[in-house]
Every structure is written in C-alpha cells, then in structure tokens.
C-alpha cells in the first residue's frame, strides 16, 4: 500500500508586531509602538510520500513496517509600516525548508481469535518555521521518536471491545507555543519556539 499527496495552505494574517525596536529606511530607529505589518501571508507547502507492508511470521504472528518522506516549504512575505511617517519598506520574505524520513516497525500476536497483543517503535516529525516577529525567526523540527505495547480485545460477540496501551514518547526540539504580551500597547500574539528536550509517557 502506498500514497502520495500534495498540501497547499495560505493563510493571510494583518497584526501590529510592535514589540522590538529596527531601523526604517536604514536611518531612523522606529519606535516598536510605531511599527506594523502590512499585507503579511504565510504561504506552506508540504509534499509526502509513505508506503507500508505486513509480512507474515506465521499463522498467529505478522511484522508490519513503514517508510514515510515528508518536505515541507514554508516562505512568509510581507513589509513594515512605519505609523508615524507612514513610511513602507519593500517586500521581505523569509523562507525555511525542512524535510525527514520516518519509520514504523511493529508486530502483532493474535493471542486468541478476539485478542491481539502488539508492540511498536516509530520515529515521526514536525515540520519547522517561521515566526512573524520583528525580525523573524525560524524554529526547528520537532522530532519524535514513541514506542508502545498493548492489547485490543473484543467480547460478547464483539458487542464489547476493551484496548489498553502503554507508551512512552521521547521529543528533541519540543515545539512550544506561548503569548508574548506587550503591555506597552495591549497586543498578544502566539509565537513557537522549541524546548532542548522532552518526554511523555503513559497509559491509555
């Protein structure tokens, strides 16, 4: 089994970003109450390609694997205004590309006909980007990498179905998102940046 997709996204976004003081015209220091954006668009593109197999071991036991390639383009255009002098700046743009390919590999035993054990590794990934700060900054990918066990269960003549998983999950470059307010003008916005590390664990 295999697929392949193609995402488009554009997302236009208007917001005073007022919080960092930058030279206009490369002369003047604008104060950051004095500072928009004009016309700012995100423009995302994300490409994919994934395929997976399930190769018997035997009657009761099967191994399941997957590969998945994913891109992800992401350019954000837009110019600064300078409120007080009504000044505009050219168009700037600001552009990450990000790609990784992950894995899955997993196994199955049909303990009983209605109940299945299963274990699982898989890494994953989170594309990074852009944030529309005065300058922008870019963020990493965020990088997954989980392994779970559990069992599916059904009763009653299937009438009764009774999961239970464990997992643990171990980031790098946890994407964190977080309001910056500015309590010089009264504007909030949300921003993303990434934490070195973290890990989530439990049942389910």
């Known amino acids: ?25 490369g002369t003047t220091s604008t104060p950051r109450d004095a500072l928009s954006t004009n016309a700012l668009d995100n423009n995302v593109t ?22 998945r390639y994913t891109k992800d383009e992401k350019k954000n255009n837009y110019t600064l205004v300078n409120q007080a002098t009504g000044y505009e700046s050219a168009l700037m743009s600001y552009k990450t590309d990000t790609g990784a390919t992950t894995y899955k590999v997993g ?47 059904r009763f009653m003549n299937n009438r009764l179905q009774m999961n239970a998983e464990a997992f643990y999950y171990d980031y790098e470059n946890y994407q964190v998102q977080y309001a910056f307010d500015d309590v010089s003008t009264g504007n909030i916005a949300m921003y993303t940046t990434n934490a070195a590390t973290a890990t989530n664990y439990g049942m389910a």
């Open 1 to 25: 089994m295999a697929h392949l997709f193609v995402l488009d996204v554009l997302a236009l976004i208007n917001k005073p970003l007022d919080f960092v003081t930058i030279l206009t015209a």
């Open 107 to 153: 196994i199955e035993l049909d303990v009983a006909k209605d109940n299945m054990l299963y274990a699982t590794i898989a890494n994953g990934y989170k594309g990074g980007g852009v944030v529309n700060a005065i300058p922008p900054y870019k963020y990493k990918p965020e990088k997954l990498l989980s392994y779970s066990i559990g069992s599916k269960n």
């Open 46 to 67: 994300s490409y994919a390609a994934f395929g997976q197999v399930v190769y018997p071991l035997g009657d009761k036991i099967r191994m399941t694997g997957g590969l």
